[in-house]
């Protein structure tokens, strides 16, 4: 007898909250989403969506996911592993990018719009600080996997030796510094397919990333940093997770974050989010009033 196959069917966006009480903020690769799981993540991915339906309604809980991926990288692995929902919002590009779910169609939200440059000049800032970089002994390997168009730059920087690696690194950071443009600096996660003994090294505007997504989504819809969450699982995921009134790292994560942050779950993956927001969330009742107007 042939194995059953579950039929594909396209995920749905979760459903508005009445009013926004708490957002959750949840990288997406090796956090929300296994490259490789097994029958039982699985089965924790899919328990966590069905109570992301029943906090929205209830709790009044705004998520989304916030990843360095692109939105075709993103929306390629929720088909392949046959997601069944879709968050409230997807930060994406390392949240250079941030758009709402509403019908099927991927909005940006125009405020956030307004503070992005033109992608041809970062591209040149990035050149400048690669060009620099490579004068000074510290050679960046550009990756491939960003679409035209993208606002973030990425590199891989080979590891050499602890403290090599360390000076160069700082002068990775004050030069891009010195040419105005954000940078972030993690240990590459195998796991997500990145190569071994390497560091991303991504270049984007400055007032952009993950700490910035927090900032904005929670002022928008007027909600104290104590009712935000965080989720991780690698080194670009910590200033997010220190951003939010609780981050946490999950069971699977990096050991470079495991050493660097003190929230970690017992549980890997979605299982870490539904055992933290669940638990977080449990008495808090349904509020009937907007806080602000829902995208």
């Known amino acids: 007898m042939l194995p059953s196959v579950r039929p594909h069917v396209e995920p749905l966006a979760l459903p508005m909250p009445q009013r926004v009480g708490a957002v959750a903020f949840c990288d997406f690769d090796e956090t929300y989403l296994a490259h490789a799981p097994t029958a039982a993540e699985v089965a924790d991915r899919e328990t966590l969506e069905d109570y992301l339906v029943e906090a929205a309604e209830r709790q009044g809980l705004l998520f989304g996911w916030v990843t360095g991926s692109s939105l075709p990288s993103v929306m390629d692995k929720v088909r392949a592993h046959r997601l069944r929902r879709l968050p409230h919002f997807i930060a994406c590009s390392l949240g250079t990018e941030l758009l709402y779910l509403r019908d099927g169609v991927a909005h940006p939200d125009p405020s956030w719009q307004e503070r992005l440059p033109e992608p041809g000049r970062l591209a040149s800032l990035a050149e400048a600080v690669t060009g620099e970089l490579a004068d000074r002994g510290v050679p960046l390997v550009p990756q491939a996997n960003r679409p035209p168009g993208s606002l973030v730059q990425s590199h891989y920087y080979y590891a050499r030796t602890p403290e ?132």
Not at 238 to 266: K, Y
């Open 164 to 295: 090599n690696d360390e000076r160069s690194l700082a002068l990775v950071r004050s030069t891009a510094e010195k040419y105005s443009l954000g940078v972030g600096v993690s240990r590459c996660n195998p796991a997500a397919g990145d190569p071994e003994d390497c560091y991303d090294v991504d270049f984007l505007p400055e007032g952009c990333g993950k700490r910035a997504v927090v900032r904005h989504v929670r002022r928008t819809y007027g909600v104290p940093p104590s009712d935000t969450f965080a989720f991780g699982d690698s080194g670009n995921d910590l200033e997010m997770l220190r951003e939010a009134g609780r981050g946490v790292l999950v069971a699977n994560c990096t050991a470079e974050a495991r050493g660097c942050h003190p929230d970690v779950s017992d549980l890997p993956y979605a299982a870490a989010v539904l055992a933290v927001l669940r638990d977080e969330l449990r008495d808090r009742p349904r509020e009937e009033e907007p806080r602000k107007e829902s995208r």
